[in-house]
């Protein structure tokens, strides 16, 4: 199973920004499809953007359209998330994941492969 690690995350105040990275550990994330994701305490885990494995073309959940922006940088084995405006409701612990098609990123096929998560919150 591929190994994916997620870092970035913090404690950050209303209206900030944030980065989230993703890096893989033994394999190139060049060929994958990358989603993001977030789970609050006692609600479901919530798709939250997806990239191609080539990068061109990119989604987002309603809830962060437009404040979110998700990249990928092959040459560092590197997939973003950079979150600006958050909110409170933003807060959740977020987890990447990996596929090797893009049509991973349609949702209706779960990602192979997930990273441990890390932790975003929003306060003030």
């Known amino acids: 199973q591929l190994q994916l690690v997620e870092s970035g995350g913090g404690l950050v105040q209303p209206g900030g920004s944030l980065r989230l990275s993703c890096t893989a550990s033994?394999?190139?994330?060049?060929?994958?499809?990358i989603g993001w994701f977030r789970q609050a305490p006692g609600k479901e885990r919530e798709a939250v953007s997806c990239?191609?494995?080539?990068?061109?073309?990119?989604d987002y959940a309603v809830s962060v359209r437009g404040r979110f922006t998700i990249s990928r940088d092959n040459a560092q084995n590197t997939v973003y998330l950079q979150m600006n405006s958050l909110k409170p409701d933003d807060s959740a612990v977020y987890y990447c994941?990996?596929?090797?098609?893009?049509?991973?990123?349609?949702?209706?096929?779960?990602?192979?492969?997930w990273g441990r998560g890390t932790q975003v919150t929003v306060s003030s």
């Open positions: 033994g394999f190139t994330l060049d060929g994958y499809a």
């Open positions: 990239i191609t494995s080539s990068g061109g073309s990119t």
């Open positions: 994941a990996a596929g090797d098609a893009d049509y991973y990123c349609s949702g209706i096929i779960p990602f192979p492969s």
